[in-house]
Every structure is written in C-alpha cells, then in structure tokens.
C-alpha cells in the first residue's frame, strides 16, 4: 500500500510536470505580430484586418487574465495542501486546477481560432512559417 506522503508527492510530481510540459496559453502571445511592420508586410495585411486582429485579442483580454487569476489560486491551493499533506483535498484539488487550465487553454484557442479567420490561407501559411522561424531562432539563442 503506498504511503500518503508518497502519494501526495506523485500527485504533486503530475501537477507540476503537467504545468511545465503544457504550454501556458495567456503566456503564449509571442508578441503582436499584427501591429508589425515587418509582417504585416510580408502577409500583406490590410489596415482592416489589423484592426480586427487587435479587437479579437483585446475581446479575449479580460476573460483570459480572469481565467489565469484563477489557475494562479488554484495551483497556490494545490500547493498549500500538498504541504499540509491533506491526501483527499489535495486530490480534489487536482480536478480544480486541471478545470482552471482547461478553461483558459479553451478561450487562448477560441481566440486563436477566432483570429484565424481573419487571414487569407496563403497569410496564415506564410505566418506559421515567420512564427516557426522565430521559435527555432529563440530556441538557437537559449542552447548556445
């Protein structure tokens, strides 16, 4: 039979690789990429679709720092019972936390999803392209 500790421990482990392995969607906005010169050049992007692109961000704005807020307290909670050793809250707890994140990882995609429709297929290929070419480049930079 496995210990408490132990087992709180786990639970801790899984909590805490999920928050490291799942990408954190309000932290996810790499940058305006819409208000750009640089690419809105290279999309092509209409003063019009700039302006929408910018109001569908800033229409997600407040429900996703609401919703982080929310993660926030429920992994700090998480953290508290954990070291409390509290084995049946703490497990509670793991459904609040992994509801929290799912909450704001659903309006991070709406909002990207939402944002999408704003682009021709041939911008939204050509900007995966730069925003991959940025990634490789800053994950170039943090290595060396």
Same mark, same amino acid.
């Given at each position: 039979?496995? !210990?408490? &500790?132990? =087992?709180?421990?786990?639970?801790?482990?899984?909590?805490?690789? /999920?928050?490291?392995?799942?990408?954190?969607? =309000?932290?996810?906005? *790499?940058?305006?990429?819409?208000?750009?010169?640089?690419?809105?050049?290279?999309?092509?992007?209409? %003063?019009? #679709? !700039?302006?929408?692109? $910018? $109001?569908?961000?800033? @229409?997600?704005?407040?429900?996703?720092?609401?919703?982080?807020?929310?993660?926030?307290?429920? $992994?700090?909670?998480?953290?508290?019972?954990? @070291?409390?050793?509290?084995?049946? =809250?703490?497990?509670?707890?793991?459904?609040?936390?992994? #509801?929290? *994140? /799912? =909450?704001?990882? %659903? @309006?991070? @995609?709406?909002?990207?999803? &939402?944002?999408?429709?704003?682009?021709?297929?041939?911008? &939204?290929?050509?900007?995966?392209?730069?925003?991959?070419?940025?990634?490789?480049?800053?994950?170039?930079? &943090?290595?060396?």
């Amino acid at each position: 039979m496995i !210990s408490t &500790h132990t =087992a709180l421990g786990r639970c801790a482990v899984f909590v805490l690789l /999920a928050a490291l392995l799942l990408p954190a969607p =309000a932290a996810a906005q *790499r940058f305006k990429w819409w208000q750009a010169d640089k690419i809105q050049n290279e999309l092509g992007l209409t %003063k019009e #679709q !700039s302006t929408r692109l $910018e $109001e569908i961000f800033q @229409s997600y704005l407040p429900a996703l720092r609401k919703q982080k807020e929310a993660l926030d307290v429920a $992994e700090a909670d998480f953290n508290k019972l954990v @070291s409390k050793g509290d084995y049946a =809250a703490t497990i509670a707890q793991v459904d609040v936390v992994e #509801q929290a *994140r /799912a =909450a704001l990882n %659903k @309006s991070r @995609s709406l909002q990207l999803v &939402h944002m999408r429709r704003v682009l021709t297929a041939d911008q &939204h290929a050509k900007l995966t392209a730069i925003l991959r070419q940025r990634d490789d480049e800053r994950d170039r930079s &943090h290595t060396r």
